[in-house]
């Protein structure tokens, strides 16, 4: 099976700006993670979808959004960036994340001038 | 709130020696997943292994094992053989087990490991 991918690998925006980041789940996996990687906080969870559901939510402003496509596909979107988003954001793919394991994909890095 | 500390932040060892990286944590929670996962420069997260708290015997796989101490909340890695490649920064992570709903992994600060030749 193919793993999770993450599309684009790199970006680098502007202030102000908005991104949107793509993941795909590997195949049968219903449910995706968003988790943001900075030296600082280090890995912080921003949200959970199943089903096209959002789930769950960690404490991160609304300018954070998501959503998931009946295929599982999901996105993340923030809007007006700030130069404190720079990170890796790294989505996670699982049966059902109740069941524990999430699987990794290799991250989105994002740059914020 | 769970929390996860690993007290480590840096580790070397010499190559096909035995390391253990330390990880404890804090829940009230009786039920619950761990694991670990290693993040080479390449960025890529990747389990290593996956514990649940009901499984009183620890969890292997191949070279590398784990120390579960559930009434100490302590969940140490052990990379026997160590190889070039085991290389990464280490990060250890809980789940709450929930019927309903669904959980978050909570991830330590990490460790970085380097194996030297």
């Known amino acids: 099976k193919a793993g999770v991918t993450q599309t684009p690998r790199y970006l680098i925006k502007t202030r102000g700006q908005q991104v949107t980041l793509s993941c795909s789940p590997i195949?049968?996996?219903?449910?995706v993670s968003w988790y943001q990687q900075t030296p600082g906080q280090g890995l912080q969870f921003l949200f959970e979808?199943?089903?096209?559901?959002?789930?769950n939510k960690g404490n991160f402003p609304g300018r954070f959004s998501g959503r998931q496509f009946s295929n599982s596909r999901s996105e993340m979107n923030v809007s007006t960036l700030e130069l404190g988003d720079s990170a890796l954001y790294l989505c996670?793919?699982?049966?059902?994340?109740?069941?524990?394991?999430?699987?990794f994909g290799p991250g989105t890095r994002l740059l914020v001038l | 709130a769970q929390t996860v500390t690993q007290s480590q932040p840096e580790m070397s060892v010499q190559e096909a020696e035995t390391v253990t990286l330390s990880c404890t944590y804090d829940?009230?929670?009786?039920?619950?997943?761990l694991f670990w996962y290693k993040q080479p420069p390449s960025r890529q997260m990747i389990l290593v292994i996956r514990?649940?708290?009901?499984?009183?015997q620890n969890a292997t796989e191949n070279r590398f094992s784990v120390n579960f101490q559930k009434a100490a909340k302590s969940f140490s890695l052990k990379i026997s053989d160590s190889q070039l490649g085991d290389t990464a920064m280490y990060f250890c992570?809980?789940?709450?087990?929930?019927?309903?709903?669904?959980?978050?992994?909570?991830f330590g600060k990490g460790t970085k490991l380097t194996v030297n030749p």
């Open positions: 996670a793919s699982s049966m059902d994340s109740r069941q524990g394991t999430q699987y």
């Open positions: 195949s049968g996996h219903r449910s």
């Open positions: 979808y199943f089903s096209e559901t959002q789930r």
């Open positions: 829940t009230s929670e009786s039920n619950y997943y």
């Open positions: 514990q649940e708290a009901y499984k009183q």
């Open positions: 992570a809980f789940m709450k087990h929930q019927k309903g709903g669904s959980e978050k992994l909570v």
